[in-house]
């Protein structure tokens, strides 16, 4: 099985890189989380390439792709991945977002609706990620925020400044277990550190200021919510969202089945297999 390495240009005339392996007649589309990458999805695009079309993409300024100077926002993300699924003339496909590519999709689905697509996976991320003082314990866990308005200020000010490498690399190490190994820890740093750390700084302080959970309940397309009891993003919120949407599924990674924010690259097997037994 052999990935093979493509690109995309969008309509503003950014270059977005694009992983594809597989021919199956069903196609997964991939979309990495804030800082992340395309090439994080290896396990994916190994683990299913016999059974489905698999495609993962490198959004603006993160992994091979372009680097403009304009556009870390989610909503031109989002304009970004809906000129990718035209370019590609992909339809029916699973769409999967990780973290950060759940806000991407949230924000696609409000845009463009759910044009093309027939199944959608959001993986481990908070509908609100900064809370309000005002809210009961209940909606902060249901809210899932990991973030306060001053620690959003200065994380994204840490990764402009001189410390950003450092900022990166202990954010990072918050989102997995301490069963992964130092070398692929380093390898999912490496990957992120291809994104300038002052757009990555930029698209941090958008993303956390956005509040998704008016979007949720008009989601009708088939949906299954994925989620990890060791991740930095509570499961508790993850199960919330999934009550609301209609008929949605939910899998939550226990501690044993390390369920890391990156339980897609600590544990595949199980992963691929939650994602191949809600695709058919």
Known sequence: MQIQKTSVTVNDGTR????QAGSG???LVLIPGWSQTAEQFKFQLEGLADRYRVIAVDMRGHGDSDKPAHGYRIQRLAKDVHDVLAALDLKDVTILGHSMGCSVLWCH??????????????CDQASFLTTDPAWTPQQVADYGPIFTPDSVTATAAALAGPDGVPTTAGFLKSMVTEKMPAD?????????????????AELLYNHCHQDWRDVLPRIKTPTLF?????????????????????????????????GSHFMFVENPGKFNAELAAFMG
Not at 16 to 19: D, E, I, K, Q, S
Not at 184 to 200: C, F, S, Y
């Open 109 to 122: 689905h409000d845009l463009f609706g759910p044009q093309r697509i027939a199944r959608y996976v959001f």
């Open 226 to 258: 994925i989620g990890g009891k060791s991740s930095l993003v509570p499961h508790t919120c993850v199960a919330w969202e999934a009550t609301q949407v209609p008929g949605a599924k939910l899998s939550i990674f226990s501690e044993s089945e390390l």
């Open 184 to 200: 692929q820890l380093q390898w999912i740093v490496d990957l992120n550190l291809k994104m300038p750390r002052r757009a990555a």
């Open 25 to 27: 007649a069903r196609t």
């Open 16 to 19: 977005l890189n694009v992983l």
